[in-house]
């Protein structure tokens, strides 16, 4: 039992009733969201530290006993995912403070943002399917309203697509529930794992998760259900791009790695061998489809897709390397997907587009801008000793452990075109000399740090950047700790036993 | 019992994905709404229908008097509603909203060309500033 467990939810809620009550002044709103951001992220490394030495936390809310009430669990795995959430949180919040503009601060910029925070901590820290349910909806019903905060044509246009496809995949996801349930009677993760195990007829359960990875994968952006997300997050305020694209899809993949393997391993050879096909195709199609776009933001958001493939490949492996290659690629791709679309965003203020074709002239301009971009972008295609160097390498052992020759060379090849992405990028964007017609005002007047200067824009970007260099090349520690949530995750029988006791 | 309303609940579920697939957005909506009504029909129907006594606790006892009906699934359905209820009045705020600023509820028609992106945000930029 342990209380605290409630914190990475009960701050976020704080924070956002602070800003809903304070709707007039707009100090009280940023000064809420900054600081329950930090405050969020003081409580889950606290938290973290304590399921890295006491074992999984465990709370049964209301006194219920599992598996009757809710329960909340923390292991290593929600630890890690619950830090970079928040670490996420606050940096956005701080780049929120330049980026959304007084009247979306109006229409609850903050409250909303820190919604979301509950919903993505709810998720991660739930153990109760139907619980997972409710939190993925108050992500959602937030994640709609900030990417349509704002009301341009071409927000709406993203929205709805977004909105439509996350609803139907909220419903597929609770018809899977209701399966579970009908084959079980329970809801609770732990008490399901050991009971859909009796369950006789394997063929039902089977057919089962696979609406579980139909519904999580939409969330998550595989191949062939990721066509919504290029579609949407190239269209809201920067800010909001990058916790999307950062955090909203993980969430989705957090869900696979929990249910695949804490519920459906009755059937590896069957499930496993699916999510791997995917894994490699969402990787293909990801990159493929980034190298034909020509719009910053846009060709950030079909990486994402092609990134999430090695998270579901290092799922697909279910071995431990492979789980925790998986964990360290999530944890990695969050830091540099999102600086990646902050730095989009500074380019934007400077130049006033997000066309590449239009773009041009930063590096002799902004040199620093440029180095903040090449961290991201070379720890994103795998350059040693940034951070994705790591992830792809454990990754690529894992897969030539277990002797998966093809899927790793594709791992490797889409690694190789992640480069050309950033390569284009690069060339248009910052070594190209910018056209005189489409020069903007600002550009090279405006400065990047100092008086008159984008600040708040650059200090987020500098912190991550910093992250990034520090998890590459400090790797040992961060690596090991994912070995350990990997560990935990092949061993099912430690988050059973504590979340429903000695049996 | 279970077998009409599973076949209830198939036909919904197949006219929501009908209708889900058309390219007007308010029949999308529609679409959203049956398919939500099918998932709660069928998840009422896992629970096990039984004709049973409430699951109420008389005084003086412990237990409630078995056979008793389960209440689970209504309480998780009428949570579902609910949410569904929420989301889905999002949604046709969304589909009013966009028709309003677009001028069209067909899908075909929001095919928004990215360049388009740059030019608005600058454009709110402008105003914002001014």
């Known amino acids: ?503 | 019992m279970e077998t009409l309303l599973a076949i209830i609940g198939g036909a919904l579920f197949a006219a929501g994905i009908y209708m889900v697939l058309r390219r007007n957005l308010i029949k999308a909506v529609i679409g959203i709404i049956l398919i939500s009504n099918a998932v709660n029909v069928l998840f009422f129907n896992l629970g096990r229908l039984t004709k049973a006594n409430p699951p109420l606790i008389w005084e003086g006892n412990t237990l409630p008097v078995s056979p008793f009906a389960n209440p689970l699934p209504q309480a998780l359905v009428l949570t579902a509603i609910v949410i569904g209820f929420g989301l889905l009045a999002f949604a046709l705020v969304l589909a009013y909203r966009s028709y309003k600023e677009l001028g069209t509820v067909d899908l075909d028609d929001m095919k928004m060309d990215p360049v388009e992106v740059s030019a608005e945000m600058r454009a709110e930029e402008e105003q914002v500033n001014q």
């Open chain 1, 1 to 503: 039992m342990n209380l605290l467990l409630i914190l990475p939810i009960a701050i976020p809620l704080t924070a956002a009733t602070i800003g809903l009550l304070f709707r007039k002044s707009p100090m009280v709103q940023r000064a809420s969201g900054v600081i329950g951001m930090a405050a969020l992220l003081v409580s889950v490394i606290y938290l973290s530290w304590q399921t890295y030495t006491d074992g999984i936390q465990v709370i049964q809310l209301g006194d219920w006993a599992a598996p009757f009430g809710i329960t909340l669990v923390m292991d290593l795995l929600s630890a890690a995912m619950l830090i970079i959430t928040a670490i996420m949180g606050l940096v956005v919040s701080i780049y929120s403070l330049y980026d959304i503009d007084r009247v979306k601060e109006q229409y609850h910029y903050y409250p909303l943002l820190h919604i979301l925070l509950i919903g993505i901590n709810g998720s991660f820290l739930t153990g109760d399917l139907f619980n997972l349910y409710v939190w993925f909806e108050v992500m959602l019903i937030s994640s709609f309203i900030l990417l349509a905060l704002g009301n341009r044509k071409t927000q709406l246009q993203g929205a709805v697509k977004y909105v439509i496809i996350n609803l139907v995949s909220s419903l597929v996801f609770l018809f899977g529930v209701a399966m579970v349930y009908g084959m079980t009677g329970t809801l609770n993760m732990a008490d399901l794992a050991v009971k859909i195990a009796e369950v006789e007829n394997t063929g039902l359960v089977t057919a089962v998760s696979m609406i579980f990875i139909v519904s999580f994968g939409i969330k998550a952006a595989i191949f062939p259900l990721f066509f919504w997300l290029p579609a949407s997050y190239h269209t809201p305020p920067v800010a909001v791009s990058a916790i999307f694209g950062g955090l909203l899809t993980k969430v989705g993949v957090y869900a696979l790695i929990r249910v695949f393997t804490l519920i459906f391993t009755h059937d590896i050879g069957y499930t496993h061998t699916i999510l791997l096909w995917v894994s490699g195709f969402t990787m293909v199609c990801g990159v493929l489809g980034a190298a034909a776009q020509m719009e910053f933001r846009k060709v950030l958001s079909f990486h994402i897709v092609s990134q999430i493939g090695y998270m579901i490949m290092g799922l697909a492996f279910n071995t431990k390397l492979g789980i925790m290659g998986a964990i360290f690629y999530i944890i990695h791709n969050i830091l540099a997907k999102s600086n990646l679309f902050l730095i989009s965003g500074i380019a934007q203020r400077l130049t006033g587009t997000f066309e590449l074709k239009q773009l041009g002239g930063l590096y002799r301009q902004y040199p620093w801008l440029a180095v903040l971009f090449l961290i991201s972008a070379f720890a994103l295609a795998g350059f040693p000793p940034l951070s994705g160097f790591w992830a792809k390498l454990s990754l690529v052992k894992a897969g030539l452990q277990i002797e998966q020759y093809v899927i790793t060379g594709v791992a490797i090849l889409v690694g190789l075109l992640t480069l050309f992405s950033m390569v284009k990028i690069w060339a248009y964007a910052f070594w190209m000399p910018m056209e005189e017609e489409n020069k903007s005002e600002q550009f090279g007047k405006m400065k990047l740090m100092g008086a008159g200067g984008l600040n708040l824009l650059v200090t987020p970007v500098i912190i991550l950047a910093a992250i990034i260099i520090i998890v590459g090349l400090f790797a040992e520690p961060f690596l090991s700790f994912c070995m350990l949530a990997a560990e935990q995750l092949l061993n099912p029988e430690i988050y059973i036993e504590s979340v429903l006791g000695e049996s």
